[in-house]
Each structure stands twice: as C-alpha cells, then as structure tokens.
C-alpha cells in the first residue's frame, strides 16, 4: 500500500510539473501576442496622425 501511495505521489509531482510548464508557456506565448498587438496599435495611430498632419498641411496650401 506505501508503495502504491508513494507510486502515485511521484505520479502527481510529475503532472503537476507538466501543467505548470504548460501554463507558463500559455502566458508566455499571451505576452507575445499582446505585444505584438500594441506595436501594431502604436504604429496605427502613428500613421493616422502622419496622414492627418499631412492632410492638414495640404489643406493649408490650397
């Protein structure tokens, strides 16, 4: 009966360690993609103001 109990407690660290590698990974890879969201977002409305300060200066000469 030890045995067994000692069985399946090895058998449990094992799995708990996998899920935790798991879940580490998960949000890591989230980190990732929401960065990369946010660049794009930045480099958006970058762009947007360009385009408006550009229409804006084109607007003046006319």
């Known amino acids: 009966m030890k045995a067994e109990l000692s069985g ?5 660290r094992g799995l708990r360690e996998r899920i935790d ?3 580490i990974s998960q949000m890591r890879d989230h980190a990732k993609r929401l960065a990369a969201l946010e660049s794009w977002r930045v480099w958006l ?3 947007a103001a360009g385009a408006g300060a550009l ?3 084109l607007a003046g000469r006319v």
């Open 21 to 23: 590698d798991a879940l």
């Open 45 to 47: 409305v970058g762009w």
């Open 8 to 12: 399946m407690h090895s058998e449990m």
């Open 55 to 57: 229409c804006g200066l």
